[in-house]
């Protein structure tokens, strides 16, 4: 399975960002899927993360800005960010779990993220 992120870039404060991540893999049943983040010399943490059933998490520090949804057919998870904050800079990381057909296993993917910077 591969996890292809896009729509990072650099935004003023207040600004908004749509942030996209494809998976492939017509075997691989996804079950959640979503967004961590890491800004420099800090650990990385969960951003938001939305379940096969459409249930979601979201970090304290982005509810109410950030809203994440999935389209299923397409494989594919979006994070939209709004009020964008500088505190919000880093390295932002799509992460999908999930089985294959006949196998019993969990499996975890990381994708190979994608740079978001909020200027002050």
């Known amino acids: 399975v591969q996890l292809q992120a896009s729509g990072g870039g650099l935004v003023q404060a207040g600004g908004s960002l749509r942030l996209s991540c494809a998976a492939s893999?017509?075997?691989?049943?996804?079950?959640?899927i979503g967004w961590y983040r890491q800004a420099p010399g800090k650990q990385r943490e969960l951003v938001a993360t939305i379940s096969s059933g459409g249930s979601t998490k979201y970090a304290d520090s982005v509810k109410g800005r950030f809203t994440i949804s999935r389209d299923n057919a397409k494989n594919t998870v979006y994070l939209q960010m709004n009020s964008l904050k500088p505190e919000d800079t880093a390295v932002y990381y799509c992460?999908?779990?999930?089985?294959?057909?006949?196998?019993?296993?969990?499996?975890?993917?990381w994708g190979q993220g994608t740079q978001v910077t909020v200027s002050s």
């Open positions: 893999g017509s075997t691989f049943s996804i079950n959640t």
């Open positions: 992460n999908a779990d999930g089985v294959y057909q006949a196998d019993p296993l969990m499996y975890d993917y």
